[in-house]
């Protein structure tokens, strides 16, 4: 079994934009007051968007894979969200997505079960479809700015 541990650094200071570092990019979130030039997409954007990533990344060898030999590859991923949870407003709806359209497009000449097969393995091998559709432990330390902190 081959594991890979994926980190990331996200920081804020009250009311200013939250900056990530991965290991070779910085990813900002949402609105930066100071410099709106720097807006960026919202969380729930960048969820859709990773998926849309992945399905594209694992898409891309899957078909290399499959010699299949595409002009493009289209995803599009939309989904509705009731805000009333992550505004506070008391209600029975779940705060993330009700559900997502996803519209994937393939620009190749296969034909329909070629097709179905390689949706059928890139969403077998796609770990954000995979984190998306089953359930992911979380394991959450909440550590006071006082206390020291290991990130080993």
């Known amino acids: 079994m081959s594991t890979k541990t994926v980190t990331i650094y996200g920081r804020a200071k009250k009311d200013e934009q939250f900056l990530i570092k991965t290991e070779n990019h910085d990813i900002r979130i949402s609105k930066n007051k100071n410099h709106p030039d720097l807006d960026a997409p919202s969380p ?3 969820l859709l968007a990773g998926y849309a990533g992945c399905v594209n990344a694992v898409g891309s060898l899957v078909a290399k894979e499959l010699k299949i030999d595409y002009k493009s590859l289209q995803v599009d991923v939309s989904g509705d969200i009731n805000v009333d949870k992550f505004y506070g407003r008391e209600t029975d709806a779940r705060a993330g997505f009700n559900k997502l359209k996803v519209i994937i497009k393939l620009d190749a000449e296969i034909s329909k079960k070629q097709l179905e097969n390689w949706l059928e393995i890139v969403e077998s091998r796609c770990p954000v479809y995979d984190n998306l559709v089953n359930t992911t432990p979380i394991e959450v ?12």
């Open 44 to 46: 729930i954007e960048y």
């Open 141 to 152: 330390d909440l550590v006071s700015v006082h206390d020291t902190v290991s990130l080993v």
